[in-house]
């Protein structure tokens, strides 16, 4: 991770930012909020459009595919195979050639994704973070429509990998192209329940994570990996990625004890996006909060302590479930708890 | 302290506490156990009211215990003191004495425990006599009147505070009561509050027939101390009819139940622990302002309820008022409803049948034409027995006395006779309609039944008729409208929600000139009309507009006119349900005859001659043609059986299932073409091509045809999966998917038990202990059937049920089922999308392994999903002082007026406002370099360059997708209006013309520091000079979203993109035009000097700003916006989470202080 790109403009520490869903159905109201946070961030808006839910978002324009309202995907095998010749070369073209522009996310599923570029540009901002369902998520979640699971077929798991690489390299260079630093967040919940020493479709899964990630630091972008469920967080944080976010409530004491793996990731330049203010219903006492998860880090060492002044704050999760009242109050109480981290670092 | 100082202190009271009245006066007697010397001999035992004379001690006795035990209010021991109900007693004529005998010691007591902190009122109790008008009948409307004047002049006497109308069966009864006080009153009585309490047996209405919302909307007129409920059963069986009055009603509301349900021998047995604990949920969800006990409770019951209320917030009456109409049944008139039908048969003009029945006096049979009217689909029954050569009124009142007995729908009065209008408004309990009053002989008429309309709550139907005659052309029936609107709001006190205007309909082919294109004028009349009257409603006779043509061809001209009405926002139409054709079944070049007649088309130089060839063409038509009926038999199989669902009938239905029944399985047919048709169904209502009537036929079709193959689907044998328990859910009669589910089930191995529809939680209760089920399954249709669940999982839950709940219906979404329903229930909650997810889930519910699995599952999704209401974090330390940089405005400019306007834009004057850098750059993704070109650089110099091509094709979409939206794809609307304002700290107050008190507070954030910036210092502080502010709200957005949808799936993304791109920059420029307009109307023109840049740079004076962004980033008062602007009209809704719907819509607060900026509140970010 030594060549590890520096993001283009020095953020204050502790910076602020959005994991990715909301639940506005108005667009413009939308971004306003998720330019509220320190990293802007494109926001998705399922409640808008079921195409906009992680996976039907991630999966826009692979041959035969179906979703329903709750964000189910399933491909229509008949059709998959009339069409999956085309898309390979469309695929193969785009990334052999570098013209990936055609698979920067459509309106009909990212209806922020122009107007989110706009702003980058308007507004001049350094960073700005966007987000995709990582190839591990979608290869997990996809079915045939004959019931099967999408591994079934190798030749569509491909298919998956490469898609997800040419349009996160789309939206890195589209945000490099308006003067940001691209921040590029692989939601990959399916992290949690796959063990890469499983099977050798897991360890399959968590080779190409690695190499996605390598393509997306190599194109210029920051890259991090949002896994929020339990996972083997020793082998997350081997994949390469700069940035680690996660629900503290949930996972912090399981990867604070992967000790001897934090410091390495650490010590390649590594950062933590600490999910903190709940979105789950739990009344959150921010001031325990932030001396818990202070405590558990400064307990994890001097790796601890680093990744802690560095560390990205943001709400647990997404917050399309939640109301649009709870979700100004989630990003009030990410600013009060940004507020008390600072002063606690600056008292300690 | 006065009368009138006691109510005022009593008004008071109940907007800062729940108040507590005394407990049951019956049971408190019985437990004396008084011989019958002490109430005046044997034949008097039992006449409770009767010891005011004999042993006033012991009245006394039972009042002070429920004044020690805390109740605020006391009732009067006159529950039967009527001359009516005391007569059977051979006391009819102390009737007076009694009443003034029971007030004075109810008085005395109260006085007695009265301290300076708490004072203590006296309620007139009134009971509702032995004799419920609408149910045994036995005496006159007017003889009642006359009984209850007696008893409310003896009450007034003695000093009661209030006159309550308790234990009310019959809203007959209450009117009579009502029509007593009044009379009591303009006898010269003082004028003092009344309270009302209906009893709703545990079936769910009252005796004669009324549910709680029925009795709530026939009462809504009156501007009651409270409208409660008492007696029949305990607390928590006064759950449902509770929360649906408290959701109804603009009065405040009382709750009396009694000691619990009684036992064989008759006892209440409810401790007072247990009454008290359930009557103060009711407390805490905010339904109550007055609690007390009725049979069976006693001072303990009360002493526990006066512990349980003390500090619990009294219920916060809505101010909303809506349109509705009520029979025994109501009827709602809302954007959803409409149109509500009329059925115009039971009118001696109308029906020559009807006519004639009435002539001969066949009563029975006329009304029986009332009934078929509402079985073919009327939701309201217009009455008309005017006839030169017959008695009107005494005609009217024997056709009434048949129609109550067969008729629940509202009804329609259709009457030029003040006094017929009066003695039919004496049989209905509900608020009907009055047809009609108009301005043709000045305000007489107005001022003759107004009176009526406010004494009997009810609506008025106003004619396009003044002075001058009728009004033919739409400026006319506009003008009579308005001057009709403000007489009848102003002066004769009418509630906008209760007029329904009339502009009339002509025959469109009369040959008479003067109506020449009078059809077009009518639908446009209607449309002006629900644009400049807010609140208020549009009626049509819709059969007359094809008097004169061809009989076969009528229904087609009718139906085809009310169709372009109901576009227009009709929301009455009288018409013969019979004979209304639906407009997609209507043959093609037939509807466009008919539309060529309405609209005048056609060759020809003048209207007279386009007119003349187009009814030429539609006679020549008619003559030789019956109207086209698709020819069923000629289709094949699966067509003819989707058509009888399509078109809602069901001739030949049963032959045509039996004919598929030979070839298919029952359960595919139903799964198969059936539900097919019931989706094309929803189709069309969507497209505006069905209205609700007929989507409802359609659903009776379908329910006919699954019952029918219900027959041929095998039942399972003996071996039972398990019992469920299924219903559908209190105020929803739409049972498709419920029966639907029931035959899934019973084929499947499942015992099912239906309980039907409208189930209320006391009788799923009740069957959960009877059948002891595995499962219990919720059904509903309508929207507000979703939220009926969650209450009815919460009553089941509180009941300590916790069977598996299955929950499924239209208006359902897996969210909410999460969010609301699980959450509100202990046991499991499981959502099934669809009757066969239903039978997949009941299975897994009753194997205990598979349950356990599916627990878990729902669990980890919730449990991931979860999202308690967080409390918002702690406050920063707020200040609220105006900043010193922002001076007072000192001549403050006035705006014209401050009345609410509604606009129509005209796209191409809107486009001129539109910002070509946020079309193109910002949602098309046009460079800005290039953008700026784009309406500057020519074609040739643009096509230079790769992206400037790409540009040119999207100006070419941009300009094509323009005019498909000048050719109806769009309609920019707006709404706006000037406020008196002033401010206080960080707060602005709007006040309506003439108000003293604020009709809305807006808070605003302040930016942090002393210099802090906060919109309210674009405001005069509170004692400077006038000052006004606008509030308005721009929309493009109709029928967008479906456009969007119908391009992406035909593939034309780029399509379904621009328009909805090219909408939310229509609202945006439309907000910058109509801001433009405002500066000017507040005396502040632009100058010709500024150009659209310098406007898109906001170099002008003022700002606009809207909720959302940084200078007032709280979404909620947004509600405020919409309450004060009532958007609803353009169609503009506002959903739970404060999200304008549909998207393109923008709404602001716009200031014309010169110093006003942009700036934000939020904390600046950190980069």
């Known amino acids: 991770m030594s060549e590890a790109p520096a993001p283009a403009a020095p953020l204050a520490p502790l910076p602020t930012t959005g994991i990715g869903s909301l639940p506005h159905t108005q667009l413009e109201l939308a971004l306003q909020l998720a330019l509220r946070v320190d990293i802007p961030y494109l926001p998705q808006l399922p409640m808008k459009d079921p195409a906009e839910l992680m996976l039907p978002q991630a999966l826009e324009g692979l041959p035969g595919l179906r979703f329903d309202r709750e964000g189910a995907v399933t491909v229509q095998l008949a059709e998959w195979e009339r069409r999956a010749a085309d898309f390979e070369d469309e695929l193969e073209q785009a990334l052999a050639t570098g013209t990936v522009a055609a698979f920067e996310p459509s309106a009909g599923f990212a209806c922020a994704w122009r107007p989110f570029l706009w702003e980058v540009e308007s507004r001049r901002l350094p960073v700005a973070k966007v987000q995709h369902a990582g190839p591990s998520t979608t290869r997990w979640a996809l079915e045939l429509d004959d019931g099967r699971p999408a591994s079934a077929l190798p030749r569509l798991g491909q298919q998956l990998y490469r898609l997800a690489l040419a349009r996160t390299i789309a939206m890195t260079r589209a945000l490099l192209d308006r003067g940001a630093t691209p921040l590029v967040f692989l939601d990959e919940p399916a992290l949690g329940l796959l063990a890469p020493d499983e099977d050798t479709s897991h360890r399959r899964m968590f080779e190409e994570l690695r190499l996605l990630i390598a393509a997306l630091r190599g194109e210029g972008a920051i890259v991090g990996v949002h896994c929020c469920w339990s996972a083997d967080w020793s082998s997350v944080l081997e994949l390469g990625a700069d940035l680690l976010s996660f629900d503290t409530a949930l996972s912090l004491p399981a990867l604070a004890a992967q000790a001897q793996a934090l410091e390495r990731f650490e010590d390649r330049g590594g950062s933590l996006a600490l999910g903190l203010v709940p979105t789950d219903g739990r009344e959150a006492d921010l001031e325990a909060l932030a001396a818990r998860v202070v405590a558990t880090l400064r307990g994890a060492g001097k790796a601890g302590e680093r990744l802690l002044e560095r560390a990205l704050l943001t709400p647990a999760c997404g917050l399309a479930l939640r109301s649009v009242a709870q979700c100004e109050r989630v990003f009030d109480s990410l600013k009060g708890v940004q507020r008390l981290f600072r002063e606690r670092l600056a008292r300690d | ?1167």
């Open chain 2, 1 to 1167: 302290m006065t009368r009138q100082d006691r109510i005022a202190a009593l008004t008071e009271a109940l907007s800062s506490r729940v108040l507590v009245l005394d407990g049951a006066m019956g049971t408190a007697i019985q437990a004396l156990g008084l011989p019958a010397e002490a109430f005046g001999g044997p034949q008097l035992e039992g006449c409770n009211e009767h010891l005011l004379l004999t042993r006033p001690d012991a009245i006394r006795a039972i009042h002070a215990g429920y004044l020690e035990a805390g109740a605020d209010i006391l009732e009067t021991n006159t529950f039967g003191a009527t001359p009516l109900v005391l007569g059977e007693y051979g006391l009819a004529d102390r009737a007076r004495q009694i009443n003034e005998a029971g007030a004075r010691i109810a008085r005395e007591l109260a006085d007695r425990f009265t301290t300076a902190d708490r004072p203590r009122w006296v309620a007139g109790s009134v009971g509702p006599t032995t004799r419920p008008l609408s149910v045994t009948g036995g005496l006159s409307f007017e003889e009642l009147v006359e009984h209850y004047l007696v008893q409310l002049a003896g009450l007034h006497e003695g000093g009661v505070d209030y006159f309550l109308f308790e234990t009310c069966q019959d809203t007959r009864n209450i009117k009579a009561a009502l029509m007593a006080a009044e009379r009591l009153f303009d006898q010269g009585a003082e004028p003092i509050p009344i309270a009302v309490s209906g009893t709703v047996e545990a079936g769910g209405t009252m005796l004669a027939g009324q549910s709680v919302d029925a009795l709530a909307v026939s009462l809504e007129h009156l501007d009651l101390l409270y409208l409660g409920l008492n007696c029949a059963t305990g607390p928590e069986g006064m759950a449902d009819q509770l929360r649906s009055l408290s959701a109804r009603t603009r009065s405040r509301v009382g709750c009396l139940p009694n000691a619990g349900l009684p036992d064989d021998e008759g006892r209440y047995l409810q401790t007072p622990e247990r009454f008290a604990a359930a009557l103060s949920r009711f407390g805490r969800e905010g339904w109550v302002n007055v609690v007390g006990g009725c049979c069976g409770t006693d001072q303990r019951h009360i002493a526990a309820l006066a512990e349980a209320f003390r500090g619990l917030a009294p219920r916060r009456p809505p101010c909303e008022r809506r349109s509705a109409l009520s029979g025994v049944d109501v009827v709602e008139v809302t954007e959803q409803t409409r149109p509500v039908l009329v059925g115009e048969r039971a009118n001696v003009l109308g029906s020559k049948k009807f006519r004639e029945l009435v002539a001969a006096e066949r009563f029975d049979e006329a009304a029986e034409i009332a009934r078929a009217q509402v079985k073919k689909g009327a939701q309201v029954i217009d009455l008309s027995t005017q006839q030169a050569d017959r008695d009107e009124r005494a005609d009217l009142r024997r056709l009434l006395e048949k129609v109550v007995q067969k008729v629940r729908a509202p009804l329609m009065i259709d009457s030029t006779d003040a006094g017929t209008v009066a003695m039919a408004l004496t049989w209905c309990q509900g608020k009907s309609i009055i047809n009609s009053v108009n301005l043709e002989d000045g305000e007489r008429r107005f001022e003759e039944i107004t009176r009526l309309a406010r004494r009997f709550g009810a609506a008025l139907v106003v004619g396009s008729i003044d002075e001058r005659g009728q009004a033919i052309d739409r400026q006319r029936k506009l003008e009579i409208a308005r001057r009709s609107f403000e007489l009848l709001t102003g002066r004769y006190g009418m509630a906008a929600e209760e007029l329904y205007f009339d502009p009339l309909v002509f025959p469109c082919a009369s040959g008479d000139a003067a109506y020449h294109g009078s059809a077009i004028e009518t639908l446009e009349a209607v449309r002006e009309i629900k644009r400049a009257l807010p609140g208020a409603k549009t009626v049509l006779g819709i059969s007359n507009v094809s008097f004169g043509l061809p009989a076969a061809g009528r229904p087609i001209v009718n139906s085809v006119f009310l169709h372009h009405c109901v576009e227009a926002g009709l929301d009455l139409a009288l018409v013969n349900p019979e004979g209304t054709r639906r407009y997609p079944a209507i043959d093609a070049h037939e509807r466009k005859l008919a539309e060529d007649v309405l609209f005048c088309r056609g060759t020809g130089e003048s209207i007279g001659k386009r007119l003349e060839r187009a009814v030429a063409a539609f006679v020549d038509y008619f003559r030789e043609h019956k109207p086209k009926a698709v020819e069923l038999a000629s289709l094949p199989l699966d067509e003819r059986l989707a058509r009888h669902v399509i078109e809602g009938t069901k001739d030949g239905l049963v032959e045509d299932l039996d004919e598929k029944l030979e070839t298919t399985p029952a359960l595919e047919i139903v799964n198969g073409p059936l539900m097919r048709a019931m989706d094309e169904v929803g189709r069309l209502f969507n497209a505006n091509q069905l209205i609700i009537a007929e989507v409802l036929q359609s659903a009776e079709v379908m329910k006919a045809a699954v019952s029918h193959l219900e027959r041929s689907m095998e039942r399972a044998g003996a071996a039972r999966r398990g019992k469920v328990l299924l219903a559908t859910v209190k105020g929803d009669v739409h049972d498709i998917g419920k029966n639907l589910v029931d035959i899934i089930l019973s084929n499947n191995g499942f015992e099912v038990i239906d309980l039907g529809v409208k189930v209320g939680s006391d009788r799923l209760l009740e069957a959960v202990r009877e059948h002891r089920p595995d499962v219990i399954g919720l059904s509903g249709l309508l929207v507000k059937s979703a939220h009926q669940m969650a209450a009815t999982a919460e009553d089941l839950d509180r009941a300590g049920i916790e069977v598996p709940l299955l929950v499924g219906g239209a208006a359902l979404s897996r969210s909410f089922v999460d969010r609301r329903i699980a959450r509100s229930y202990g046991g499991l909650v499981a959502y099934a999308g669809d009757a066969m997810s239903g039978l997949d889930l009941a299975k897994r519910l009753v194997e205990p392994a598979r349950r356990t699995a599916l627990a878990a599952e729902l669990a980890a999704r919730r449990d991931s999903d979860a999202f308690l209401s967080a409390p918002p974090p702690a406050a920063a330390a707020i200040h609220t002082r105006r900043a010193a940089q922002i001076a007072p405005c000192p001549h403050a400019p006035q705006p014209p007026d401050f009345k609410r306007h509604v606009l129509e834009g005209s796209l191409d004057e809107i486009w001129a406002y539109l910002n070509p850098v946020m079309l193109y750059g910002r949602h098309l993704g046009i460079k800005s370099a290039v953008v700026r070109g784009i309406d500057t650089a020519s074609p040739a110099e643009l096509a230079r360059t790769e992206p400037g091509r790409k540009a040119l094709e999207l100006r070419k979409a941009v300009e094509a997708m323009k005019r498909e939206c000048r050719a109806g794809a769009m309609r920019a609307r707006a709404v706006y209006r000037f406020f008196r304002a002033e401010s206080e700290g960080n707060a602005v107050r709007l006040f309506e013309p003439g108000a003293s008190d604020a009709a809305v507070e807006l808070s605003f954030q302040r930016q942090p520091g002393p210099e802090g910036l906060c919109l309210a210092d674009f405001v005069s502080p509170v004692g400077g000079a006038p000052d006004s502010l606008c509030l308005f709200l721009t929309t493009a957005g109709e029928g967008v979203r479906e456009r969007a949808e119908a391009y992406k799936e035909r593939g034309d993304y780029l399509k379904s993109h621009l328009i909805q791109a090219l909408a939310l920059e229509t609202a945006e420029a439309f907000a910058e035009l109509l801001h433009s307009k405002l500066r000017a109307r507040w005396g502040f023109a632009d100058g010709p000097e500024l150009t659209m840049l310098d406007r898109f740079r906001a170099s002008y004076r003022g700002r606009r700003f809207s909720f959302g962004y940084p200078a007032c980033p709280r979404l909620e008062q947004q509600e405020l916006v919409f309450r004060l602007l009532q958007p609803e009209e353009l169609g503009v809704t506002l959903t739970e989470g404060c999200m304008m719907d549909p998207e393109a819509s923008i709404s602001a607060l716009v200031f014309h202080h010169p110093q006003a900026t942009y700036f934000s509140v939020l904390e600046p970010r950190s980069d």
